[in-house]
């Protein structure tokens, strides 16, 4: 009698490399509670900066709302994106042919962005450990939804979340820090600067324009995606950097 075959062991499944980017708008200023509001003009250094704070909520964790998150799958080298809106169900984006924009209010657009999260690989973004990542997790706590993933984990790792600013400003050795618009075009990425800019959502957002925002935010998050295919074979290796 002779021993079975030990059984056949399937190859790892490689999960999907995903870059990453949202546009927030803040909240009105008269939404805010009279503490609140004194707080964070206390904060302030001079009386310019204080009366200049109200214009920058979107900048302040917990005082936005996410209206659009996009994604960019860099192994079928296809975008989605995840916009405030109607309807709860993916449909094709026709602003850019090949995509698709799944419309909902805010909590349903988080519900559906850490669903799809909870099984991608690396997550690329462009200061998304800063910025992306900890307005993400914090802005779904406060609407009572808990997030699928940690998006500012370890800094120096970048197998489940890379950020390319870090990777471009060496951790913190290199300063001072450049926006994606220049690093774009320093390695020749096709950036989408000049139709938009982020200090436009708000008001767009006010005027119930979202697709307009759905629309630059993807083509910030296929950026990120191209600026990241320049990095993979070139300074990512010496990071560690490994899809998983």
């Known amino acids: 009698m002779t021993d079975a075959p030990p059984p056949m062991r399937s190859a790892p499944v490689r999960r999907p490399v995903v870059a990453v980017d949202i546009e927030v708008a803040g909240l009105e200023w008269e939404e805010l509670d009279e503490a ?31 209206v659009a998150i996009g994604m960019w799958n860099l192994d079928k080298d296809t975008g ?3 916009s405030q809106g109607s309807g709860a169900k993916w449909e094709p984006f026709e ?3 090949g995509t698709k924009i799944h419309r909902g209010n805010e909590t349903e657009i988080l519900r559906e962005f850490w669903k799809l999260a909870s099984s991608w690989g690396t997550i690329v973004s462009f200061n998304g450990r800063s910025y ?15 997030p699928t993933r940690h998006l500012a984990g370890q800094r120096y790792r970048i197998d489940e979340h890379c950020d390319l600013m870090d990777v ?16 774009c075009r320093r390695f020749g990425v096709e950036s989408p600067k000049g139709r938009m800019d982020g200090s436009q959502v708000a008001e767009k957002a006010r005027e119930g324009r979202y697709d307009e925002i759905a629309e630059y935010c993807l083509r910030d998050t296929r950026a990120t995606a191209d600026l990241y ?6 300074l990512l290796p010496l990071f560690g950097g490994s899809r998983v």
């Open 36 to 66: 609140t509001r004194h707080y964070l003009m206390a904060r302030e250094k001079n009386a310019e900066d204080a009366e200049n704070v109200r214009h920058r909520l979107a900048l302040v964790r917990g005082l936005g709302r996410v």
């Open 80 to 82: 989605a994106v995840l």
């Open 95 to 97: 602003e850019i042919p």
């Open 132 to 146: 992306d990542g900890p307005v993400l997790m914090t802005r779904s706590a406060i609407l009572g939804i808990a």
């Open 168 to 183: 471009l400003d060496f951790h913190g050795a290199a300063r001072p820090s450049y926006s994606l618009d220049f690093w």
């Open 229 to 234: 295919r320049k990095l993979e074979g070139t």
